[in-house]
């Protein structure tokens, strides 16, 4: 069964991170791990979220 509120979630958070992704992979005095901090972040909220759903697949 699909989670609409995950998926909500994740859209919304890359509507928003993507921007800002591109922004600072361009600047040069930047942290180059920044996006794949934020990145790892959303993983690991969707992890969150998705650990406590029950399966009812019966």
């Given amino acids: 069964m699909l989670n609409y509120r995950l998926v909500a979630v994740l ?8 921007p ?4 600072w992979a361009a600047e040069s005095h930047g942290s ?14 969707a ?3 998705q650990r406590h759903r029950t399966t009812n697949e019966s």
């Fill in 32 to 45: 180059w791990f920044r996006p794949f901090v934020v990145w790892a972040i959303i993983v690991f909220a």
């Fill in 47 to 49: 992890y969150i979220l």
């Fill in 20 to 23: 800002l992704a591109s922004k």
């Fill in 11 to 18: 859209i919304f958070l890359s509507s928003v991170f993507v």
